[in-house]
């Protein structure tokens, strides 16, 4: 059973720093794709970052890029997202999904995360 598992979001000050975890199991990420969204109260899920299945592509939502890296730690299966610069506008609820092929459209992903809270505010 493919499962996927996030963790690291809590609270932190504009202009502050925060990782989140994605621990996969059920499968590895070498053929995988691990997209990252997230949900504001009232808007709709956004992508916000992916990494390919060979860890070398990585792509970025505009309005991240710059502040947000994505990566793959150095077993085959977690993915982080760094997130640093954060600001009001980053609060939301961040979710990891996996498919065969990065996308940034939700509907394009078939295994999610339950979801873990960033909140930026002081």
């Known amino acids: 059973q493919l499962q996927l598992v996030e963790s690291g979001g809590g609270l932190v000050q504009p202009g502050g720093s925060v990782r989140l975890s994605c621990v996969v199991s059920g499968f590895t990420l070498d053929y995988y794709a691990i997209g990252w969204f997230r949900q504001a109260p009232g808007k709709e899920r956004e992508g916000v970052s992916c990494i390919s299945s060979s860890g070398v592509a990585t792509i970025y939502a505009d309005s991240v890029k710059g502040r947000f890296t994505v990566s793959r730690g150095n077993d085959k299966y977690t993915v982080y997202l760094q997130m640093n610069s954060l600001k009001p506008e980053d609060t939301a609820v961040y979710y990891c999904?996996?498919?065969?092929?990065?996308?940034?459209?939700?509907?394009?992903?078939?295994?999610w995360g339950q979801g873990t809270q960033v909140t930026v505010s002081s």
């Open positions: 999904a996996a498919d065969s092929y990065c996308s940034d459209r939700y509907s394009a992903y078939h295994y």
